[in-house]
């Protein structure tokens, strides 16, 4: 007789399975089967990065998740909440980002401000921004206040307004505009509004793509020809 653990499985031995499952964490608690072991089908409850928002998720498939909603976090004045999107609160501190220990120079950082609270507006200067910004370029704008300012590492940065020439991604256009007006792909390579007309591999359809940048065109449309009339013998062997 098998043994009910060997791959000649024929008779079970009437026990609990008790393998590990693929979620690496539970057993399995069918009696001794042949086969794979079922799929864990425990599921939890997790919440979002922020802790607002929760969703049930089967076990093995956890994975932390952003909700749309915003953190909400208040820190230690008080008064003031985060107002960035969901993210775990572990990724500031509990001191309010506008206190006067924390904020004591003009947004750009050129000049020295003196405040009481953290209510207390947060002066500008006469100078350039002048702020490295998410694309390289440095602010032009005049020095000026926002999110970005106050918590950098979790926001985005402003507009970029320093006009840039740039070769498009299929290389048959030179771009000419304020850096944040270019639209780019996946990729960050900026795109033109020339449509490939180059043909597919069938001969008969184009490509249509914009600033495309393909060797070989795939025609991946369905061919709907009817097929000719024709005779087909099929020999059985027997």
């Given at each position: 007789?098998?043994?009910?653990?060997?791959?000649?499985?024929?008779?079970?031995?009437?026990?609990?399975?008790?393998?590990?499952?693929?979620?690496?964490?539970?057993?399995?608690?069918?009696?001794?089967?042949?086969?794979?072991?079922?799929?864990?089908?425990?599921?939890?409850?997790?919440?979002?990065?922020?802790?607002?928002?929760?969703?049930?998720?089967?076990?093995?498939?956890?994975?932390?998740?952003?909700?749309?909603?915003?953190?909400?976090?208040?820190?230690?004045?008080?008064?003031?909440?985060?107002?960035?999107?969901?993210?775990?609160?572990?990724?500031?501190?509990?001191?309010?980002?506008?206190?006067?220990?924390?904020?004591?120079?003009?947004?750009?950082?050129?000049?020295?401000?003196?405040?009481?609270?953290?209510?207390?507006?947060?002066?500008?200067?006469?100078?350039?921004?002048?702020?490295?910004?998410?694309?390289?370029?440095?602010?032009?704008?005049?020095?000026?206040?926002?999110?970005?300012?106050?918590?950098?590492?979790?926001?985005?940065?402003?507009?970029?307004?320093?006009?840039?020439?740039?070769?498009?991604?299929?290389?048959?256009?030179?771009i000419k505009k304020k850096c944040s007006e270019i639209e780019r792909d996946g990729n960050g390579l900026p795109l033109?509004?020339?449509?490939?007309?180059?043909?597919?591999?069938?001969?008969?359809?184009?490509?249509?793509?914009?600033?495309?940048?393909?060797?070989?065109?795939?025609?991946?449309?369905?061919?709907?020809?009817?097929?000719?009339?024709?005779?087909?013998?099929?020999?059985?062997?027997?």
């Open positions: 007789m098998s043994k009910c653990s060997s791959e000649s499985f024929k008779v079970s031995c009437g026990k609990v399975c008790d393998r590990l499952l693929t979620c690496l964490k539970h057993h399995c608690a069918q009696i001794c089967h042949q086969g794979p072991c079922m799929p864990c089908g425990i599921t939890k409850i997790e919440k979002c990065k922020c802790g607002k928002a929760e969703r049930s998720v089967e076990c093995g498939k956890e994975a932390v998740f952003q909700c749309d909603q915003t953190c909400g976090f208040q820190f230690d004045c008080k008064i003031h909440d985060c107002a960035l999107d969901c993210h775990e609160n572990s990724m500031h501190s509990t001191k309010c980002p506008y206190d006067p220990t924390i904020l004591t120079t003009c947004p750009c950082g050129k000049t020295e401000r003196k405040r009481l609270k953290c209510t207390d507006p947060i002066p500008t200067c006469n100078q350039a921004c002048e702020n490295t910004l998410s694309c390289g370029h440095l602010c032009i704008a005049s020095c000026h206040n926002g999110e970005w300012y106050v918590i950098k590492e979790l926001t985005e940065s402003p507009p970029c307004f320093v006009p840039v020439e740039v070769c498009c991604r299929c290389e048959k256009e030179v033109c509004s020339n449509m490939c007309q180059r043909k597919k591999h069938c001969k008969r359809h184009r490509c249509g793509g914009r600033c495309c940048i393909m060797d070989i065109h795939i025609c991946e449309r369905i061919c709907q020809k009817p097929l000719s009339v024709s005779t087909i013998f099929v020999k059985n062997i027997v």
